[in-house]
């Protein structure tokens, strides 16, 4: 049963949109994103996502610049049902090229100028989220057939003792990990938690979903590391 553990983490994410819309959801730099803005971007790229053909069991490759435009992209993914494997263009090309062809991935998402520079496999079909017209796509979410044991994304291991291998993690185990982790830490609305950790790694997607899943704010690091008197400040 879909709901049996409680709603999905994009679904817990639009209902805090819905209760505290003019709340701070995303932090980059100079720029802040509102828990309502952040829900409607999502939701018009999901629209245009699942014309491109995503939907359950289907992989999305997203290489994109640390910023808001990235967590609005894996949102938007879960959105339209598909799951997500997040690529960080800082990787050396032999391990992105692998990485795109050992996923089994369907699309890939990405701008058009990381798009020249991405060693894109031939006949992996592309967007370019600078060429999408997300104002002609609906504001409200997309009929979303995901169930809980429908697969959320694909993280690949570090490869340090070989080549690297995709983990599989499911809509339903991350829901009910990012709810006990949030109770443990004990999250409300009222926080701010510093993303550090580069998408490309397994950690960071708790890290994004259980702050945004209990209301907190995300303070996202842009794609320089931070002395420690940055990240004190």
């Known amino acids: ?28 730099g100079e720029q802040r994103m509102s828990f309502a803005q952040l829900d409607q971007q999502a939701n018009r790229l999901a629209h245009a996502l699942v014309t491109a053909g995503v939907g359950p069991e289907v992989l999305v490759g997203i290489a994109l610049e640390r910023g808001l435009e990235m967590v609005v992209s894996l949102l938007a993914v879960l959105k339209a049902g598909g799951a997500y494997t997040p690529l960080d263009p800082q990787y050396p090309r032999e391990r992105l090229a692998y990485l795109m062809q050992d996923s089994g991935m369907a699309l890939l998402l990405s701008d058009s ?10 006949g992996l079909a592309t967007v370019a989220l600078d060429h999408i017209d997300l104002a002609a796509q609906p504001c409200h979410a997309p ?7 429908n697969l959320a994304y694909v993280i690949y291991t570090s490869g340090s003792t070989g080549l690297p291998k995709g983990v599989a993690v499911a809509h339903g185990p991350i829901a009910m990990h990012c709810r006990a982790i949030g109770e443990r830490y004990e999250m409300t609305p009222a926080d701010c938690e510093l993303h550090f950790m580069s998408f490309a790694f397994d950690g960071a997607h708790e890290r994004w979903l259980t702050p945004l899943t209990h209301g907190a704010s995300l303070l996202i690091r842009d794609p320089q590391l931070w002395t420690p008197e940055q990240t004190y400040a």
């Open 1 to 28: 049963l879909r709901h049996a553990d409680g709603p999905l983490v994009h679904e817990r994410i639009a209902q805090w949109a819905a209760q505290t819309p003019q709340a701070t959801a995303l932090l980059f």
């Open 113 to 122: 100028a990381l798009m020249q520079r991405l060693p894109v496999p031939e």
């Open 143 to 149: 009929a979303n057939a995901a169930q809980a044991d």
